[in-house]
């Protein structure tokens, strides 16, 4: 059995096998969760620390392969009171080596959202599979010139002379980072609307910085009529419920990622929020619950 989705960006006529949207309410705020597709990592990279034996036994445990890493990529759009407000926007279609991404862009189209109605976008941080959809040709072009566009005023900052001293990406893939980084800053620096540590976006809707993945690494939580839920970014991946100790490979500080990491999980538990996350499988809608001194990931049923 393939659920490969390998056919290349544009899918002219591709008949999807999966679905690649869902939508959640909470409160009074829509959210719709869109496949970005899937990124596909050495597995190395999703535990650098961890001794190969126990991430091997981790990884057959769950039938996934040792080489790549089926690492799925969601980006988010929450409507409320007349804002479209867009978290992150994939990978874009500049990465060959990752060919299962970089669909955000159609999904978002065929979701019946139309780029000129975005009148802002919420940035976790700067990675080139956040960033990398705004980069896409023709792109900036639908989006309003009002666009803002909010990001930590560290992230942005740390992107002018990144230090990928302390992560584990290989040399390739550090300057493609890089390399969107730079690109994005240069494309949209003036719709920049950086904050300190926390931002109100819109009503019930809150950007707050944690550091850790990246210095300017954020998550967005959303409250309204007593329902809660928070995008998590890249604090938190498929391996961190079981193994929050484990340092992924894009991380450049992993130690203050693996303290974030804790604090939101332990919040996730107490307050029962739900979870939306870059790199959780898609939908990734689930709630955290706290097992021992572990967790318990619990994915959300659909609702069909
Ligand atoms: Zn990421």
Redesign the pocket.
Known sequence: MSLDDTSPAGRAGFDELVPSRYAVRVGDIDVMVISDGVLTPPAESMATNADPAIRGAWLDKRFLAHDAFDWPLNAVVVRNGGRTILIDSGIGEEYPDFPRAGQFGHRLKAAGVDLASVTDVVLTHM?F??VGGLLVDGVKDQLRPDLRIHVAAAEAEFWETPDFSRTGMPPALAELARRASLQFLDEYRNQLRTFGEESEVAPGIVVTRTGGHTPGHSVVRLASGGDRLMFGG?AIFPVSFEHPEWHNG?EHDPEEATRVRLRLMRELAETGSWLVS??LPFPSVSRVAADGDLFRWVPAWWDY
Do not use: A, C, L
Request: glycine share 0%; proline share 0%; charged share 30%.
């Open positions: 990675h599979d956040h890249d894009f870059t790199h």
